[in-house]
């Protein structure tokens, strides 16, 4: 009934489909019917099978993890039990490189020592050698993020105290605390996790071109990136000569998974060294416009303040094996320890989702989803539409897309975001 509606009032709003392998397949099918009739990004996909044990993994009881749900985009809540100060902590994972290449400085700010010491460059023999050096940077940067949030959190105790939302959350009459004073049933802090895929593909291509084929040297990559890719052709080598994650290819897809697997391990040592429950979240909202703003230009080809990659999605334009391809890459993300979700926004040709299709693409869906799809979003506009309605945006007053966790009218979407949107590879083809 809810899809129904969604599709004969034919207006943006908020809605999810929670669904398991149990799940009919006749339901899932009018889901995705509804994606592609409706075209504003709605209902977007949680997967059960996967956000049940990431959230019992985390002292959540199956009974209450059973009623999960999502408040604003895709931020994990146990309703009336939980306190998930959602979106708690941003973390850009991508300068984690920039600082190994600066020994803890910043390429943009180098006047700051914002990274760790982790030494010079010619230190690093092995491709190990400059993989440790980032996880040191990674630590780093989600101890600052951690101490953050813990200083935050102590002012919040004192200056905004919860009283009525703490009559109404199990936990906090029973202990005398407030909602803000970890009162509630299930206290946690979901932690930002962005960059990801950026990261991924520039270590793969230093793997590539410094240790494997030995074509330049680290301090030529410095170089090259504190230039911002003054030579064209080499930032094109780095672009298609590289695997990139979403692909489906093992070498960068690991990549981003031990990325993502060492967060999460960062993230429980911290939880004991400051006495709160951090949740690992790679979702990056609207911060993948600012972090990049931020950012030097990095080795997979991105230029200095371009955007980064939306959340777990591949680096906009990088995922051209298809459709299957793109979703068995995400899936091999260690979903079920991350219970604020791996985000993902997939853009597919409206032809996908024709009656002829929409079965095989409910199958696809299924497919990854047994594999470990957590969350995924879907945009369903194809590329010369937005291009257009870029150009005559009083054409296109009602055109909606998936933005970032939420659907928006295009035309109120500032430039950087639409051609961010544009940029996306449109998926026509499994």
Known sequence: ?????????????????RYSANTDKNFIKRALEVVGHVQKGVPFFFNDDVMIPALENKGISHEDACDYTQIGCVETVIPGKSNPHAVTGETNLLKAVEYVFCNGRSMMYPEFETGAKTGELCEFDSFDDFYRAVKKQIYHILDITCAKVKR????????????????????????????????????????????????????????????????????????????????????QKFINKAAKFGNDIDSVDSLAA?????????????????????????????????????????????KKGEI???????????????????????????????PGTTSAIVEVDPKLFTDRNISMLADIFMAASGKGLQNVQFNTIDADTLIDAQKYPEKYNNLAVRVSGFSQKFNLLSPELQNHIIGRTKHSCI
């Open 1 to 17: 009934m809810m899809l129904d509606a969604t599709e004969q009032l034919d207006f943006i709003r908020c809605m999810s489909v």
């Open 258 to 302: 031990d990325i993502i697997n060492s967060s999460c391990d960062y993230l429980e040592e911290f939880s004991e060294k400051y006495g709160l429950s951090f949740h690992a979240q790679p979702f990056t909202f609207l911060w993948m416009v600012d972090h990049g703003r931020e950012s030097a230009a990095s080795p997979d080809g991105r």
């Open 308 to 338: 980064i990659a939306y959340s777990v999605s591949p680096m906009q334009g990088r995922d051209f094996n298809g459709l299957t391809s793109l979703l068995n890459s995400i899936a091999k993300l260690p979903t079920k320890r991350t």
């Open 152 to 235: 935050w959190r102590d002012c919040s105790v004192i200056n905004s105290p919860k009283p009525y939302k703490s009559m109404l959350t199990s936990g906090c009459l029973e202990t005398g605390r407030d909602f803000n004073d970890a009162g509630a049933l299930y206290d946690y802090y979901q932690i930002m996790l962005g960059g990801i895929p950026n990261l991924a593909d520039s270590l793969e291509v230093i793997r590539e071109f410094v240790y494997k084929k030995q074509e330049y040297s680290l301090t030529d990559i410095r170089e090259i990136l504190q230039n911002d890719f003054p030579d064209e052709a080499i930032r």
